[in-house]
């Protein structure tokens, strides 16, 4: 298992942008915070995927769409 230590945490609460990071390999975890909104974190080094977010880049919409779902599905989990 892969140590967390001196990785930089990145939170978001675009659940559009979380997939697409998430699509591109990393581990994206939905956290409720005290006021009830939802947050993804994200652990490591996200900057040249950020890039690839902005510049546009390609993904498989199948697989881009699964993504948004499966989220969607842990963030009701998360809120009951």
């Known amino acids: 298992m892969e140590k ?5 945490i990145n939170e978001f609460e675009d659940i559009l942008f ?3 990071l998430e699509y ?4 994206v975890t939905p956290y409720k915070q005290p006021n009830g909104r939802i947050i993804f974190e994200i652990i490591g ?3 040249r ?3 690839a977010f ?8 199948l697989d881009y769409s699964r993504i ?5 599905r842990r963030i009701k989990n998360i809120k009951k």
Do not use: W
């Open 4 to 8: 967390n230590i001196n990785k930089p």
């Open 18 to 20: 979380a997939a697409f």
């Open 24 to 27: 591109r390999g990393h581990t």
């Open 45 to 47: 080094d996200i900057s």
């Open 49 to 51: 995927d950020v890039e």
């Open 54 to 61: 902005y510049l546009n880049q390609q993904v498989g919409v």
């Open 68 to 72: 948004i779902k499966d989220l969607e």
